[in-house]
Nanobody, 123 residues
Framework: QVQLVESGGGSVQAGGSLRLSCAASGHTVSTYCMGWVREAPVKEREGVAVIDTFGRIRYADSVKGRFTISAADAKNTLYLQMNNLKPEDTAMYYC?????????????????WGQGTVVTVSS
């Protein structure tokens, strides 16, 4: 079992920055796949960024060049640095984990989820 707790969400003006964090506990290992998923009203869940089993990083096209995912403590801590935020980034952001993945993973395939943290970007 893995428990995930996100923090760092809030309200920010367009062009601003936020840094989300996720603390993982339970039976986690460095080979787990760790990522961020967001969900907004009227939109389907979108995988934002992921660190796969081998440490490779992938980003959604919508956030490339603006967001940076990183991990520490053998992936027990996960971060999402979000720069140049846009109103369309407004969503609930979830930290998610899976036992393994190769480069990409659809949101439904994650095994564990945090409770989410809200990010609101105003124009």
């Amino acid at each position: 079992q893995v428990q995930l707790v996100e923090s760092g969400g809030g309200s920010v003006q367009a062009g601003g920055s936020l840094r989300l964090s996720c603390a993982a506990s339970g039976h986690t290992v460095s080979t787990y796949c760790m990522g961020w998923v967001r969900e907004a009203p009227v939109k389907e869940r979108e995988g934002v960024a992921v660190i796969d089993t081998f440490g490779r990083i992938r980003y959604a096209d919508s956030v490339k060049g603006r967001f940076t995912i990183s991990a520490a403590d053998a992936k027990n801590t996960l971060y999402l640095q979000m720069n140049n935020l846009k109103p369309e980034d407004t969503a609930m952001y979830y930290c998610a984990a899976a036992t393994s993945c190769w480069a990409t993973i659809p949101p439904y395939a994650y095994n564990y989820w945090g409770q989410g943290t809200v990010v609101t970007v105003s124009s």
